[in-house]
């Protein structure tokens, strides 16, 4: 079946960086953007960025802006986020999600989330 | 502070319809889709509603979304006890300069099935 599989969860010091991987299987790795969202304890949903696992091109948010790299690997059909220079605000589930295309912006499929806790 | 607002919380008794509110601003729903999602306790998030009012296959008719101008509206039918979640709405957030700024949420909402 189509699923998005996530590396396990992380604790990280302040200052550190850490890296989630998300690896396709069901469908054709190159055929869907892949987006991260990050949901922190208790609170809502939000958008880190997209790429595209066939070229490689990828848009962030601002705010992640010059801390996020995302990246790709088709020959294991795995993406990769990290992100740099944590703090304990970065504390959080992170989801990486298949966009379902045709320019409707939706997440169609998602990962079961990897929890990143930052403390000192 | 998120980009789309929601009321926190709404609730109804089973078997009841309840709606839920998504507004945004003229560079987000007011061009372009509105998503939105449903995410039990514990769980991911789940596609219940794309491209404004579209379900993915195996989300039941219960479940409806459209949208007038800058606002949305996820409406449940029939509710049962299994509803019990949190909702989200988004939607793509484009500036009025043409730079894209990403998807935006709203804050969510938790259905309670009394």
């Known amino acids: 079946q189509v699923q998005l599989v996530q590396s396990g969860a992380e604790v990280k010091k302040p200052g550190a960086s850490v890296k989630v991987s998300c690896t396709a299987s069901?469908?054709?790795?190159?055929?869907?953007?892949i987006h991260w969202v990050r949901q922190a304890p208790g609170q809502g949903l939000e958008w880190m960025g997209i790429?595209?696992?066939?070229?490689?091109?990828?848009t962030y948010a601002q705010k992640f802006q010059g801390r996020v790299t995302m990246t790709r690997d088709t020959s294991t059909s795995t993406v990769y986020m990290e992100l740099s220079t944590l703090t304990s605000e970065d504390t959080a589930v992170y989801y990486c999600?298949?966009?379902?295309?045709?320019?409707?912006?939706?997440?169609?499929?998602w990962g079961q989330g990897t929890m990143v806790t930052v403390s000192s | 502070q998120s980009v789309l607002t929601q009321p926190p919380s709404v609730s109804a008794a089973p078997g009841q319809k309840v709606t839920i509110s998504c507004s945004g601003s003229?560079?987000?729903?007011?061009?372009?889709?509105v998503l939105w999602y449903q995410q039990l306790p514990g769980t991911a998030p789940k596609l219940l509603i794309y491209?404004?009012?579209k379900r993915p296959s195996g989300i039941p008719d219960r479940f409806s979304g459209s949208k007038s101008g800058t606002s949305a509206t996820l409406a449940i039918t029939g509710l049962q006890t299994g509803d019990e979640a949190d909702y989200y709405c988004?939607?793509?957030?484009?500036?009025?300069?043409?730079?894209?700024?990403?998807?935006?949420f709203g804050g969510g909402t938790k259905l309670t099935v009394l």
């Open positions: 999600a298949r966009d379902y295309g045709g320019n409707y912006d939706a997440f169609d499929i």
């Open positions: 069901g469908y054709t790795f190159t055929s869907n953007y």
């Open positions: 790429i595209n696992p066939s070229g490689g091109s990828r």
């Open positions: 988004g939607a793509w957030d484009s500036s009025l300069t043409g730079v894209v700024s990403g998807v935006v």
């Open positions: 491209g404004n009012n």
């Open positions: 003229s560079s987000n729903i007011g061009k372009n889709y």
